[in-house]
Every structure is written in C-alpha cells, then in structure tokens.
C-alpha cells in the first residue's frame, strides 16, 4: 500500500484534466510524491465521460502512474451496509462514492473529494486542500 496515500474521487481527478485550481496544484503535488490512489470505478466513471482521445490518453497514463486499488467483496458488503444505514436515516448518496468511502475507511486513507456528500458518510477523512 502507498504510504500516506491518497485516495482520489473522479470529481478532483476531472478539476486536474481542466487545470482547475487550487485542485491541480495539490493534485500535481501529491502525484509527484506517489500517494495518489484511485480505484477502478473512478477509472471507469472518468473513461465514460471523456470527449476525445485526448482526454483518454490522459486517463491511461494516470491510471498507469498511480497505484489503483480494486474494491474486494468485504469492502462491497461494508459499502451496501453504509449506504443502507445512510438511507434508514433519509441520506441518498450515491452507491459509487460509498464504496469509494468504504474503501478509503478500510484502508485508513483520506479522500481527496469535491462532492460535498462525502461529508455526510461516517468515518471518511477528507483530505483538505
């Protein structure tokens, strides 16, 4: 496992590809140091929604450059318990960033998120800019 990693949701990995900041200089940052983690649902979610092979590329040779962590069963069923107790309470969030969340609590990693619904999920540490 990276030490001190990061694990990265798609919606900085998209503020990085536009060059947006303060996102980008503390994207470029971490990147550099090797703690950027990402997992395939963000690698999936980022290859739906590209506009051109250029953006692709982009998204290959990061997923190449980082380490990526799969999600195994465990951290699907701890997800599907999160996001059912989430919603006993009458939060709705959706399914993708709450395993994202499960697999950021069970590796100890803080998430590296503009979606202010991470907040909303107990046990996620965010990491701050």
């Known amino acids: 496992m ?11 990995v ?3 590809i536009k060059g947006k900041e303060p996102v980008t200089s503390k994207f470029e940052e971490l990147l550099l140091k090797g703690r950027i983690i990402l997992n395939g649902i963000v690698l999936a979610e980022l290859l739906q929604g590209v506009k051109n092979q250029k953006e692709e590329y982009k998204v290959l040779v990061l997923s190449e450059a980082t380490d990526v962590f799969e999600i ?3 951290v699907w069923i701890k997800a599907g318990k999160l996001s059912s107790s989430l919603r006993r309470k009458g939060i709705n969030l959706p399914l993708t960033d709450v395993a994202i ?19 909303k999920i107990p046990g996620v540490k965010l990491y701050k800019l």
Do not use: M, R
Request: charged content about 20%; proline content about 3%.
């Open 72 to 74: 195994p069963v465990s």
């Open 14 to 16: 998209i503020d990085f």
């Open 101 to 119: 969340a499960a697999l950021a609590i069970e590796h100890n990693l803080q998430v590296f998120t503009s979606d202010k619904h991470f907040k």
């Open 2 to 12: 990276t030490k001190d990693g990061v694990l990265v949701d798609t919606s900085v």
